[in-house]
């Protein structure tokens, strides 16, 4: 550690808040939160480290903190400074999960619907359902016991649904709104855990339509009520008070956390919730802060009890969270907590050599390429591509990988402009004189190593656009391929040679997939400028045919091939003036024989 980390560890405040460590690009990379700051920042840097924790704290060259009142307002700004700053060494729920409710709109004929998205408008939400195939079979249910419209927009005629009596068909009856309301109550009190009255109700209505001798409606009324038993009743009651509640359990193992999440609806456990991430904070801490942002990044609706283990920090909690919060002492409840627990134990043993083997393909693939060209961390990757035909529509890709992951949001496309026929290594100054004068201007984080797909030239190309330009000395590799086109080397130094990788070791098998990547990226965008080339050159020099209008037309046909097949009027169609139209029209036919004819 160096004196000016040493110096600022000094007078870290013995009070809450929340810490901030940066990397050399100033960038943030983990937030973390503490009651004490003093004790919590000083133990990254003092003591045994396990090799997660060790690999965030190789990468801290500066860190910052913020001082709280308590530890509550330090949790609140920990989750809005994670959002900010989106830090890579954080817990990030990056998975995205989003669960299907039932909903029934607040339209004059509602509606019965599976949507992910809460919002304020009136609409009566069920749910969530973390298992999609039990929202969509119990909707589907609902639909045949309950005539609610099941179109989005009334039409101006009735539909099978009408004629199956699964709706009311307000498209052709006047449905009183007490009535449409009767049936909402009805979904409500179904949902909300009557649907044993309902199947009493339809086992009576059963047996009335078998004495009347109507079968074909008693065979209805049977497939509903083995429905209910089917997707109501296939779970053996775990409370008689039908509350939802949220079950929390986590278990520790060589630097990796687990929570496991049980969700109990209308008293019976329907789903879990895995998430799994590697651990750098206390673990009552990364628990607390995985639990605030489960509920409040995600606006995920709380049920209304959350049974947590005894490590978490309920006090904060309960204040934070608007609903009953409990560590449960003994019963049921605590024995839920600890079967939550179990299963994340069991989980994390589980996954524990598959997470081993991702770590090994991708940071650790990265670590030892970087130890391969003796580099002192190699955790950024930018990758290039060139693409053209014959020098027509030349174009560069540029892909990112960080830590052995491909980073697609910051993947870029460059249209070559200053080079004049087939050039690459021309092309290859242009892009990397365009992308590292931006990275120079808006202080862009600078990779640790630069791929070029080629051999010596483009090397030396990209090298004295860097040094000789640009001032700025970034490590440059060449990806040569074989006769069969796949990755045979890496070339790297000054002056270059090629290093000496195995290759069936995971840091080669990390350079084929970066140069796969790079190469699809820039044969599909090269694609896709050459077809809107063709599309645009065909068209040029047609009287009446500017570049608003040929933007018109690939709009509307999307291809050169399309327009071909297209008649006069289909280009009539595209709103373009007759007299227009049929210029157009001539000229494609025109180019068509010809064409044929050579």
């Known amino acids: 550690m160096d004196d000016f980390?040493?110096?600022?560890?000094?007078?870290?405040?013995?009070?809450?808040?929340?810490?901030?460590?940066?990397?050399?690009?100033?960038?943030v990379i983990y937030v973390g939160k503490a009651k004490v700051l003093k004790n919590r920042v000083r133990s990254y840097f003092t003591g045994a480290l396990d090799a997660k924790t060790f690999r965030l704290v190789q990468e801290i060259v500066d860190f910052e903190y913020i001082i709280t009142s308590s530890n509550l307002e330090a949790l609140l700004l920990e989750i809005n400074l994670i959002k900010k700053y989106d830090p890579k060494f954080n817990i990030m729920l990056k998975d995205d999960k989003s669960y299907p409710y039932l909903k029934i709109t607040a339209d004059r004929h509602p509606k019965l619907i599976i949507t992910r998205q809460l919002k304020k408008d009136k609409g009566k939400y069920?749910?969530?359902?973390?298992?999609v195939t039990a929202a969509n079979q119990t909707k589907k249910l609902l639909d045949r016991i309950y005539p609610l419209r099941k179109c989005s927009m009334i039409p101006n005629k009735v539909c099978i649904y009408y004629h199956i009596h699964q709706c009311l068909g307000p498209c052709i009856n006047e449905i009183p709104i007490e009535q449409n309301n009767g049936i909402v109550e009805q979904i409500?009190?179904?949902?909300?855990?009557?649907?044993?009255?309902?199947?009493?109700?339809?086992?009576?209505?059963?047996?009335?339509?078998?004495?009347?001798?109507?079968?074909?409606?008693?065979?209805?009324?049977?497939?509903?009520?083995t429905s209910i038993e089917t997707i109501m009743e296939n779970q053996k009651m775990m409370f008689n008070d039908f509350i939802d509640r949220d079950i929390f359990g986590?278990?520790?193992?060589?630097?990796?956390?687990?929570?496991?999440?049980?969700f109990l609806r209308l008293g019976k456990i329907i789903e879990r919730d895995i998430s799994l991430f590697p651990l750098y904070d206390d673990p009552s801490e990364e628990l607390s802060s995985f639990i605030a942002s489960f509920y409040l990044e995600k606006n995920y609706p709380q049920p209304k009890e959350i049974l947590l283990p005894p490590e978490a920090?309920?006090?904060?909690?309960?204040?934070?969270?608007n609903t009953n919060t409990i560590v449960p002492k003994l019963g049921k409840k605590k024995e839920l907590v600890a079967l939550a627990s179990k299963n994340a134990e069991n989980a994390i043993k589980e996954k524990f050599l598959l997470i081993e083997r991702n770590e090994e393909r991708t940071y650790g693939a990265s670590?030892?390429?970087?130890?391969?060209?003796?580099?002192?961390?190699?955790?950024?990757?930018?990758?290039?591509?060139?693409?053209?035909?014959?020098?027509?529509?030349?174009?560069?890709?540029l892909i990112v990988f960080v830590d052995g992951k491909p980073s697609k949001k910051e993947y870029r496309k460059y249209k070559i402009t200053s080079v004049v026929g087939p050039n690459d290594y021309d092309s290859m100054r242009e892009v990397i004189r365009r992308r590292y004068s931006r990275v120079i201007k808006d202080n862009l984080p600078r990779p640790d190593l630069i791929i070029v797909d080629g051999g010596k030239g483009h090397i030396n190309a990209a090298r004295d656009v860097l040094i000789n330009e640009l001032g700025i000395n970034i490590p440059v590799a060449g990806l040569a391929k074989d006769d069969k086109h796949k990755t045979s080397q890496l070339l790297f130094g000054d002056p270059i040679y090629a290093v000496n990788l195995m290759h069936n070791s995971q840091e080669f098998y990390l350079l084929q997939r970066i140069q796969d990547e790079v190469h699809r990226f820039a044969i599909s965008f090269h694609r896709q400028v050459r077809s809107k080339s063709l599309f645009t050159s065909i068209l040029d020099g047609i009287q009446g045919v500017g570049e608003s209008r040929k933007k018109q037309l690939l709009k509307h046909f999307g291809s050169l091939k399309k327009l071909k097949e297209a008649s006069l009027d289909e280009?009539?169609?595209?709103?373009?003036?007759?007299?227009?139209?049929?210029?157009?029209?001539k000229v494609i036919n025109e180019e068509k024989k010809s064409s044929e004819t050579n």
């Open 5 to 27: 980390l040493k110096q600022k560890l000094a007078v870290i405040p013995d009070q809450p808040g929340v810490y901030l460590m940066k990397d050399k690009n100033g960038t």
């Open 126 to 131: 069920f749910g969530p359902y973390p298992n």
């Open 188 to 225: 409500t009190k179904f949902l909300n855990g009557g649907y044993k009255d309902v199947k009493v109700d339809l086992e009576k209505k059963m047996f009335g339509a078998s004495e009347n001798l109507e079968f074909e409606r008693a065979m209805e009324y049977r497939d509903q009520i």
């Open 250 to 262: 986590y278990s520790v193992d060589r630097g990796w956390m687990c929570i496991q999440v049980f």
């Open 313 to 321: 920090d309920i006090e904060t909690l309960s204040h934070l969270l």
């Open 367 to 397: 670590q030892k390429l970087g130890e391969a060209l003796g580099l002192n961390n190699l955790s950024r990757v930018e990758a290039f591509d060139n693409s053209n035909i014959q020098g027509t529509s030349p174009v560069s890709a």
């Open 571 to 585: 280009i009539i169609s595209a709103k373009i003036p007759v007299n227009v139209a049929r210029n157009i029209y």
